[in-house]
């Protein structure tokens, strides 16, 4: 079935830093990945998403590319703030059910 | 649009007790998604509903979980016998907007549940 991997966390970065987190996957078919964002003490948020290859989902500075030829999606931000501070989970949809991977905890400090 | 709801938030039960969560989904949204998640795991999937239909269920889903979507529009999921090891949050999601080639799910606030 499918899966998806992401780096583990957490991930620790000043404000400004530039972040990247790793996404990669197998699936048969053709899948459409996600980026969800889980604040402190409230529910999933999408983030951003893709529906094709070379598609580039983009959301409030982050950026994650679909390519199907290494099967990945990383998140990407150029300066991240403090309020960014979450966990990120890379997911693949596209038919009945989301498969999510185990999250990755970004603290960003000021 | 408010998005999906839940309720309760919490739920503090002791072992043995039968517990129901409710979840009403995006009104045009006729997809309707059960997730459990636990602490520093990402959600896992449980069941789904297309309109009333249930039409998949995970093998998480034991003989103590039911979910039921009577009218296609909310959606409850009950637990019988609880045990500690229900203990977890219970999301809903919805999808199935015309416009939405990647059938995009969308989260509620989820469901808390400590079993004692």
């Known amino acids: 079935g499918n899966s998806v991997t992401q780096m583990e966390g957490p991930v620790t970065l000043s404000e400004e830093a530039f972040l990247t987190i790793n996404c990669t996957y197998t699936?048969?078919?053709?899948?459409?990945p996600f980026w969800y964002v889980q604040y402190p003490g409230e529910g999933l948020q999408l983030l951003l998403k893709?529906?094709?290859?070379?598609d580039k989902g983009s959301n409030k500075g982050f950026e994650a590319t679909y390519r199907k030829e290494t099967t990945s999606f990383h998140l990407e931000k150029g300066s991240v703030q403090v309020s960014d501070s979450a966990v990120y989970f890379c997911?693949?949809?596209?038919?009945?059910?989301?498969?999510f991977g185990a999250g990755t905890r970004l603290f960003v400090k000021a | 649009d408010t998005g999906v709801s839940q309720n309760p938030r919490h739920k503090i039960t002791k072992r043995g007790q039968n517990v129901t969560f409710r979840c009403d989904p995006i009104?045009?949204?006729?997809?309707l998604y059960w997730y459990r998640q636990t602490l520093g795991q990402g959600p896992e999937f449980l069941t789904y509903?297309?309109?009333?239909?249930?039409?998949?269920k995970s093998r998480l889903l034991s003989d103590r979980f039911s979910a039921e979507r009577p009218k296609g529009s909310f959606s409850t999921l009950e637990i019988q016998r609880t045990e500690q090891g229900d203990s977890a949050m219970y999301l809903c999601?919805?999808?199935?907007?015309?416009?939405?080639?990647?059938?995009?799910?969308?989260f509620g606030p989820g469901t808390r549940l400590t079993v004692l």
């Open positions: 999601a919805s999808s199935g907007g015309l416009a939405d080639r990647a059938d995009t799910q969308y």
């Open positions: 699936a048969t078919g053709y899948p459409s």
């Open positions: 893709a529906t094709k290859a070379d």
């Open positions: 997911a693949l949809g596209g038919g009945f059910k989301t498969i």
């Open positions: 009104s045009e949204h006729n997809r």
């Open positions: 509903f297309q309109n009333e239909a249930q039409l998949e």
